[in-house]
């Protein structure tokens, strides 16, 4: 390891930085090495080939790489992966049950059609579980508020809450 | 390479065509596992990183690219100066823009002038950072007023009309005028756009983000200068495209060419940013329409112009005024389209391009005459019924639009309205109703496909064309189902692929009509194809009938006479065959007969509410009554609309790409200074399917994709003017503009 920096102050870049870092993936301890300044999506998608997080803005505006990182919802893409060594990631690729089986909000979101181009869904579904566990889902109104970081630009919001209605009142939405 | 393992697998049970069944790729999408373009990775793949221009109108002096070729990592920096031919489109008004790092000269904010590969996307980001580039820059175009523009009359061919507006409209007793204007808006599906470009000797495998793999090939072979049959294009999905992936963009062209230079597979991702200037955007307008009427509401002349922006080098297919030409009976039409050249971005097409800016002038402005008038909206629409082609004399293929008035004023509540703007408050709530009515354009371009049954007595269907979210992997697998006589599950759509038989792209609300006749065509041929098999089989109870004597169900066919008949299956193994293949094609309908082919109709009605105190307008409930044709798939056909009803809410109260008219540099290009409707923003949004199957098409469908955009932007200004009496002409409508 070198002074954190890659770049010199007149610009010109340093030698790349690269560090281990050691991550636990839904359930599974993985350890990679990666250049410092590669964010938390880049080592899932790139370094783990978990590519069912998705970059939509690189910026954390569109909620389209959510993860969880120790049960808490956070944007992947701003977070860098050197700051999650230790630390226990959940993916969409880890919500399905050990027989393959979808989760209740995966199969919530395939019956009402809470998708179209299916591009921001894995980031949708990861808010979505969260959002339960945090209490957050007792109204339409407060799905609505509390889903409001994850853009969906097909427009398929209407159907995003009936989902994860349907799957916190326990199936009674029909 | 990937679509094998992310082909969708279709639910188990058997369903009837129409029927709302879950989309066939809600299993795959919703556990992560739909490949898309950007999700593709290939040993020893290399990065790429678009370096753009920091001025909009110029010309490149000096390009160093020392400091970037010297950075860790780095493979190549390819700009104008190094970059190898590219040959220009023989036809400029096709989907190909002209090459990217053609010249020194700069067009645009934002233009790419270079682009650098390296080992990794972070030292590809820091060496794009290192091109020092210095410009020598002019005078900046890029207002659509600015009194240097260049204008392009009737760009399109499509200005006309019927008598004589400017005579009608001085012997009118009632007049309106209005200019209209709506922003630029930019397309941003949530997937930015990605290319992968992988070469195997003279063989290039492209993973891309577009709307038509077909298309996207045969752009690349000619600019690239190789045969068709050396490119291959993969898209199974695509995390969105509006339009956006209608044309072959430089970022395509530019993967397929450092992937060459370096030797390696090469990843080129388009950042957010990027995404403003590279991939088209709807074009602003201003738009003035005026109309004529008498006292009874009779429309006796319409006329209505359109002014809408153009980047310097390129073209773009955007009709804004024409669909008035169509929209309402009245003996005196006139529209008129001028592109404006400015130093934008290329325009492209973003959702109903030129109908959703030009149906918001024209809705508006009849609202405005309902006003004057003191007459019902939706009556004087239904007085100005089209009930053929008012230009042309032609009779309308299948026009529901009058169905969609009844059922959505009935849904809505309409007959509630009190016609007195700011008369309906709660507390210090303004309540506004506006309507809109739509007739959106028909479109179908010319497609094929092949079905083909297995030993196992399953069907798969396959044409290149793309489903972008829209259904088409689902309604196709419904539609395949049904020619054939099989369940839904034995059924298996494949698509996005350039080698499979060739379908136009996604766009205009024209694929489901074009793949679904081809789809059509090719079933027929096929159990024609069993016909021929068993026609000298004495075995066979289908042993020399004719097609129009049998029926498919069950996975056989069967006469009509008598019932008899055999399974697919019974005939393969038989006749010692492992499947039987077809082809079918569909060519699009003319639309210079008696009868004119349709394109689909809708009502919207919305109510707002808007803050007396401080301006804020919310769309508090939508309606839409949309006439479709037969709808294959009612679940995935109303979240087509609802949407498409998004996007017009965005485009009515949110969105905006703010370009500097002195720098002609976008200034909001970020997903969170850019605004697009997020959940709270959307209320519940009502869609009903009202309306009879459209004989143009043997499926009986017409298209729905872009419906819900068109109506929804004027319906919810109408609803404004309601609630607060404030007519806002300009789109989107900010509280300012209401207090």
């Given amino acids: 390891m070198v002074n954190g920096s890659a770049a010199a102050a007149d610009g010109t870049p340093g030698p790349v930085v690269r560090v281990p870092v050691s991550l636990r993936v839904n359930g599974a301890e993985r350890r990679i090495e990666v250049d410092t300044r590669t964010s938390l999506l880049d080592a899932l998608r790139d370094a783990l080939g978990l590519t069912g997080t998705k970059k939509g803005c690189d910026q954390g505006q569109c909620g389209a790489c959510t993860v969880h990182l120790d049960g808490k919802r956070v944007l992947s893409c701003l977070t860098l992966a050197a700051s999650a060594d230790g630390r226990d990631v959940r993916t969409i690729e880890g919500l399905e049950r050990d027989d393959g089986a979808p989760h209740p909000m995966q199969e919530a979101f395939a019956r009402h059609d809470a998708l179209q181009c299916g591009y921001c869904t894995p980031g949708q579904i990861m808010s979505a579980v969260a959002l339960i566990e945090e209490g957050r889902a007792g109204s339409d109104d407060e799905v609505r508020e509390f889903m409001s970081g994850n853009l969906c630009r097909c427009g398929a919001y209407p159907h995003i809450v009936d989902a994860i209605r349907d799957v916190a009142t326990g199936g009674r939405r029909a | 390479m990937t679509p094998p393992t992310t082909t969708p697998t279709p639910p188990p049970t058997p369903a009837r065509l129409g029927e709302g069944i879950d989309r066939v790729d809600a299993r795959v999408k919703t556990a992560g596992r739909a490949a898309y373009p950007t999700d593709t990775a290939y040993p020893g793949l290399a990065h790429a990183v678009l370096v753009q221009s920091t001025i909009a109108a110029g010309r490149i002096t000096a390009l160093d690219a020392a400091a970037a070729e010297a950075a860790p990592g780095v493979l190549a920096v390819i700009s104008h100066e190094n970059v190898p031919a590219l040959r220009e489109a023989p ?63 009737d760009p399109f061919g499509t200005d006309g009309g019927t008598g004589d507006v400017e005579k009608a409209l001085e012997a009118a007793p009632v007049r309106v005028e209005g200019t209209y204007r709506t922003a630029a808006n930019t397309n941003n599906p949530m997937g930015p756009f990605a290319t992968v470009a992988h070469w195997e000797g003279d063989h290039l495998t492209v993973h891309d983000c577009t709307q038509g793999p077909s298309r996207t090939r045969a752009d690349l072979a000619a600019t690239l200068g190789v045969p068709p049959e050396a490119v291959r294009v993969l898209a199974p999905y695509l995390g969105g495209g509006f339009g956006a992936g209608l044309r072959t963009w430089g970022h395509t062209v530019l993967a397929a060419v450092a992937a060459r230079q370096v030797g390696r597979p090469v990843k080129l991702v388009l950042t957010r940013k990027q995404m403003f200037t590279s991939v088209g955007h709807r074009p602003d307008t201003k738009q003035t329409v005026r109309i004529g009427a008498t006292r009874d509401g009779r429309i006796t002349a319409l006329d209505h112009r359109a002014w809408q922006s153009l980047s310097m080098t390129d073209a773009n297919m955007e009709p804004v005024s024409h669909t008035s030409q169509s929209s309402y009976a009245s003996p005196n039409i006139a529209t008129r389209d001028v592109q404006v050249r400015l130093n934008v971005p290329a325009p492209g097409s973003m959702r109903a391009p030129g109908d959703a800016q030009g149906n918001y002038a024209l809705e508006c402005a009849l609202d405005e005459l309902a006003h004057e008038l003191g007459m019902d909206p939706l009556e004087l629409r239904l007085r100005n019924y089209a009930d053929e082609h008012p230009v042309t004399g032609q009779q309308w293929s299948c026009n529901d639009l009058r169905a969609c008035y009844e059922a959505g004023a009935e849904m809505f509540g309409w007959e509630r309205r009190d016609p007195e703007p700011r008369s309906t408050r709660r507390g210090r709530t303004l309540v506004g109703y506006g309507m809109a009515g739509t007739s959106f354009f028909f479109y179908q371009a010319d497609c094929a496909a092949r079905v083909t049954v297995g030993a196992d007595g399953g069907a798969v269907v396959e044409s290149s064309g793309m489903d ?38 996604a766009g205009g609300s024209g694929l489901t009509a074009a793949m679904g006749t ?26 020399g009938v004719a097609l129009d004597g049998v029926r498919a169900e069950d996975g056989r066919i069967v006469r009509t006479d008598d019932g008899r008949g055999e399974a697919y299956t019974a005939m393969l193994a038989r006749h010692g065959r492992d499947r039987l293949s077809a082809e079918g094609s569909a060519e699009a309908p003319g639309q210079k007969g008696a009868v004119v082919p349709t394109g689909p109709y809708a009502a919207k009605f919305a109510e707002v509410h808007v803050d007396e105190d401080l301006g804020v307008i919310r769309v508090a409930r939508l309606v839409t009554a949309a006439h479709c044709g037969r709808v294959l798939n009612e679940k995935t056909a109303r979240s087509q609309l609802v949407g498409g009803t998004v996007g017009g809410i965005g485009m009515a109260l949110l969105e905006e790409t703010v370009t500097e008219p002195h720098t002609g540099r976008i200034a909001n290009p970020t997903l969170g200074d850019y605004l697009v409707a997020v959940n709270a923003d959307i209320p519940r949004l009502g869609v009903r399917f009202v309306g009879g199957p459209d004989p143009t098409n043997p499926n009986g469908t017409k298209g729905c994709g872009e419906l819900g955009i068109p109506g929804t932007p004027a319906a919810i200004a109408n609803a404004v003017f309601h609630a607060t009496g404030v007519r806002v002409r300009r789109l989107p409508i900010r509280i300012e503009d209401v207090l």
């Fill in chain 2, 91 to 153: 036809d400029r008004s096709a989907s190909l823009p002209p090459p990217p790092l053609r010249d020194d000269r700069i067009h645009h904010h934002g233009q790419t002038v270079a682009v650098v590969v390296a080992d990794s996307f972070e030292q590809a980001t820091e060496a794009a950072r290192l091109v020092r580039v210095t410009y020598a820059a002019d005078a900046v175009v890029a207002d659509l007023d600015h009194p240097d523009a260049q204008h392009d009359h």
């Fill in chain 2, 468 to 505: 972008i979210g829209t259904g088409t992997y689902t309604v196709m697998t419904q539609l395949g189902a049904e020619l054939l006589g099989l369940p839904v599950g034995r059924v298996r759509m494949v698509m996005g692929d350039s080698s499979l038989p060739a379908a136009p792209s």
């Fill in chain 2, 518 to 543: 081809a789809v059509h065509n090719a079933s027929r041929h096929l159990l024609q194809s069993f016909l021929d098999l068993v026609r000298d089989d004495a075995e066979s109870p289908l042993r």
